[in-house]
């Protein structure tokens, strides 16, 4: 991780908070690495202006610098691998590697999409180290059977362990309990969403206050669509998860804060295969008549291809 030269002059950065920029120059961090550190709760914001970006504290940042082992160990836990160095890492072979990953042993953090359209799937270095030390057994025996046999039909939870990680660390961002339900939204398509919220105006409430899952940048339009399949749910059993999840939240939202009088709508029928508490916790999103941020412009059209070495 390269680092930057710290200014500290201008009076932002004197200022009760900052914004993430100034952040990071304050960190010695570039701004991708504190929006990574950021989504990895590393650093701590409190929301900007309305509708404005989100802001760092001076109480954050001297509470970050004044850790133990700063900078070196900030840096070392922001540290991103591969699948191949992060196999090297865990001292198992590239296979075994993607076979973990798969079937959702540890959650990626971040991905791109490469020249050839595929996912490269990243994560974090010292979270790897922490599975080796605590599932040592997984690194040497087999896998069982039923697992096996799923990663044969296309088992892969890469996408949505990395949708639940996001989600959370969006909830806990959260201002308020339309927030929140919009935090939850924002990985259903628009058909899972109206079929949860059929009122259009809770719908534009959710889909104006949805937050991105990624930052938003230009991309080529086939990386979009790449992009776009990797934003949503992608099955029935994670579609029924955040929409029960999402009807938690909305009913703490009619009543708190209600927009206007509607029949109760009733819960989704719970899944009875249903998983455990480590299933994301997520929610729908907005009408169409209002359009989505920038990774919902467009339906799923094609799948990502994501070869087992990424």
């Keep these: 991780m390269r680092s930057r030269t710290t200014n500290g002059q201008g009076a932002e950065t004197r200022s009760t908070n900052m914004a993430l920029r100034t952040a990071a120059g304050e960190l010695g961090l570039w701004p991708r690495e504190l929006e990574l550190a950021v989504h990895t709760e590393e650093v701590r914001t409190v929301p900007g202006v309305p509708g404005g970006p989100r802001r760092v504290t001076r109480e954050e940042i001297e509470r970050v ?3 133990e082992g700063f900078p070196e160990l900030l840096r070392e836990r922001l540290r991103l691998v591969g699948a191949s160095e992060g196999a090297t890492l865990m001292g198992i072979s590239l296979s075994r590697f ?5 079937t959702g042993h540890f959650s990626p953090v971040r991905f791109y999409v490469n020249r050839y359209r595929t996912v490269v799937w990243l994560y974090l270095a010292h979270e790897l180290r922490e599975f080796v030390d605590s599932s040592p057994e997984l690194l040497k025996e087999r896998m069982p059977r039923e697992r096996r046999e799923a ?4 088992l892969d939870e890469r996408g949505r362990r990395w949708r639940s990680r996001r989600v959370r ?4 961002e959260a201002g308020g309990p339309w927030e929140l339900a919009a935090a939850r939204a924002s990985v259903l398509d628009d058909d899972a969403l109206a079929e949860a919220v059929p009122a259009a105006d809770e719908q534009a409430r959710l889909r104006a206050l949805m937050p991105a899952l990624a930052e938003e940048r230009r991309e080529p339009e086939a990386m979009n669509d790449a992009l776009e399949s990797l934003r949503v749910a992608d099955s029935e059993e994670e579609v029924r998860t955040y929409q029960l999840s999402l009807h938690t939240a909305l009913e703490e939202a009619r ?3 209600p927009l206007a009088s509607h029949p109760a709508t009733p819960a ?3 899944d009875p295969a249903r998983p ?3 299933t994301p916790h997520l929610v729908p999103g907005p009408p169409a008549t ?3 941020r920038r990774w919902s412009l467009r339906s799923r059209r094609t799948k990502t291809a994501t070869g087992p070495a990424q």
């Design 268 to 270: 989704p029928e719970a």
């Design 151 to 154: 990663l044969k039909a296309g």
């Design 98 to 102: 993607a076979r973990l990953a798969r």
């Design 255 to 257: 009543s708190s804060a």
């Design 169 to 172: 660390q969006l909830e806990t």
């Design 65 to 67: 610098k004044s850790a």
């Design 290 to 292: 209002v359009p989505r």
């Design 276 to 278: 455990g508490p480590d």
